[in-house]
């Protein structure tokens, strides 16, 4: 059974895989890791979830948005199976300037259903999807979404990427309005391997708004040849 290790975006809690997860290949074994509800900065991160996650050579570690630059630190100079980006980054996707603003006012209010359709789940997502995106996000203190804005804003790991030997993935949904393109870019020119990229029509948060299509994309590209028999199911760490 293969096994993939999923490293939540910018609410840190793992509850958002909670459908990529459903709809899991049947003969994959799903681990979602819960970040540190604290403030703490990448290298801190990946200092403490590296001894528990035990990444070998069989692992694919995918990171999704915020966590990956976490993903690339823990696999610099690491041998693992794939490295599997999603709507992620290198460099800091918005202007750095901001990094310096005091963020945490902005997140103490409940995100808006326009907000979290136009930025993150899709003007097609379900009422539930989005009061779920809701729900999550706002279940997070607000001192530790901020303090994350702000590694996100200062965030430089290209010399992590370029210690990145196993072949990378990079998961692209067409019409994500919070990293932009050039991001994309920044990965591959970063990186020391080829990284394949997948463009799958999707939003900012595509592991949620399209599970399917992501699955099928990691399918094609990273997982050994199996049947098509899916099921549930995965283990937090």
Request: hydrophobic residues 50%; glycine residues 6%; negative net charge.
């Amino acid at each position: 059974m293969q096994r993939i290790v999923l490293l939540p975006g910018l609410d840190g809690t793992g509850a958002l895989f909670d459908g990529f997860v459903r709809a899991a290949p049947a003969d994959v074994r799903v681990e979602v890791v819960a970040l540190p509800q604290e403030r703490l900065e990448y290298a801190e991160l990946a200092e403490r979830l590296a001894p528990q996650l035990q990444l070998d050579a069989e692992t694919i570690l995918l990171a999704e948005s915020f966590s990956g630059p976490l993903a690339m630190q823990l696999a610099a100079g690491q041998a693992i199976g794939t490295l599997v980006l999603c709507n992620s980054f290198v460099l800091p996707p918005g202007p750095p300037a901001l990094a310096a603003l005091p963020l945490a006012p902005l997140f103490h209010l409940p995100l808006p259903d326009f907000f979290i359709r136009r930025y993150l789940v899709g003007a097609h997502a379900t009422d539930a999807l989005v009061a779920h995106v809701r729900s999550v996000v706002a279940s997070v203190p607000t001192p530790v979404i901020a303090a994350r804005v702000s590694s996100v804003l200062r965030v430089d790991v290209t010399a992590s990427l370029r210690l990145c030997t196993a072949p990378i993935l990079y998961l692209r949904g067409t019409e994500d309005r919070v990293v932009p393109d050039a991001s994309v870019r920044e990965v591959v020119d970063a990186a020391s391997v080829d990284v394949m990229v997948m463009r799958i029509p999707g939003p900012h948060l595509l592991l949620q708004a399209a599970p399917e299509a992501a699955w099928r994309a990691i399918e094609t590209t990273v997982l050994k040849p199996r049947g098509v028999a899916r099921h549930g199911g995965g283990a937090p760490i």
